[in-house]
């Protein structure tokens, strides 16, 4: 469930799609539920073709609840939640990215609350497996490491950009290509991110070195040495 502190904006965002699985056009209204009981329907504004947003202010503790009514060419009923908790100033270096440089490091992906949640977890997730949990959770400060996060969350991004399917047409050869906006790409870290990510830390990675038990000697031949 998405969290948002107690008097921050939160976003909703819908898209719509017709049985061909496109983008459409239709009516849009959000009727969002505070926990007191209190039924509201904000304004929804038209991004483009099949996306509408709709944004309020969490200014109630406890869980919210939403629905989405779509009407028109395409007829649904969508169901979602929130909370809102009294939080306060995050302090952005024990964040790898925030939302706000993800937007402007993915410039081409719609990037909700939600997307952004999800990215940033997945993220964690792959940078603490490379370079071991005990050394991450110890850090104080991530934010020698955003580069690499920022780089692996927008490689994820790569097909949010809410299609559902595209055609390429060569001739008289067509190839479709179909994928969800909403699933994300593995978070996979290259040989060099790690690198990079060791880099950040300040450990060194190149050379090779023998470790010895104690009292093991070294019968490295060496044509050189003195017999």
């Known amino acids: 469930m998405t969290t948002y502190d107690l008097g921050d904006g939160v976003t909703l965002e819908h898209l719509v799609y017709n049985a061909d699985g496109e983008l459409?056009?239709?009516?849009?209204?959000?009727?969002?539920?505070?926990?007191?009981?209190?039924?509201?329907?904000?304004?929804?504004?038209r991004l483009s073709t099949g996306r509408y947003r709709t944004t309020l202010i969490g200014d109630e503790l406890d869980d919210w609840t939403y629905a989405v009514h779509v009407s028109g060419a395409v007829t649904d009923v969508e169901?979602?939640?929130f909370t809102v908790?009294?939080?306060?100033?995050?302090?952005?270096?024990?964040?790898?990215?925030?939302?706000?440089?993800?937007?402007?490091?993915?410039?081409?992906a719609v990037i909700d609350a939600d997307t952004y949640d999800l990215a940033l977890d997945l993220v964690r997730t792959a940078i603490r497996?490379?370079?071991?949990?005990?050394?991450?959770?110890?850090?104080?400060?991530?934010?020698?490491?955003?580069?690499?996060?920022?780089?692996?969350?927008?490689?994820m991004l790569r097909n949010t950009d809410g299609r559902r399917s595209t055609s390429r047409q060569i001739d008289d050869y067509t190839?479709?290509?179909?994928?969800?906006?909403?699933?994300?790409?593995?978070?996979?870290?290259t040989d060099q991110d790690v690198e990079d990510l060791w880099k950040a830390l300040g450990v060194r990675t190149s050379g090779a070195f023998t470790i010895r038990p104690a009292g093991v000697?070294?019968?490295?031949?060496?044509?050189?040495a003195r017999r």
């Open 129 to 155: 497996g490379a370079i071991g949990a005990e050394r991450y959770d110890a850090l104080t400060d991530l934010t020698p490491l955003r580069l690499v996060a920022l780089d692996l969350a927008r490689r």
């Open 217 to 224: 000697p070294d019968n490295t031949f060496r044509p050189w």
């Open 85 to 108: 908790v009294a939080g306060g100033p995050v302090d952005d270096r024990m964040l790898l990215f925030t939302k706000a440089q993800l937007v402007k490091w993915a410039p081409f």
């Open 24 to 45: 459409t056009d239709a009516t849009v209204v959000f009727t969002v539920t505070a926990p007191g009981g209190a039924v509201t329907t904000p304004t929804v504004s």
């Open 175 to 189: 190839e479709n290509v179909t994928y969800a906006s909403e699933t994300l790409e593995p978070p996979r870290l």
């Open 79 to 81: 169901y979602g939640t």
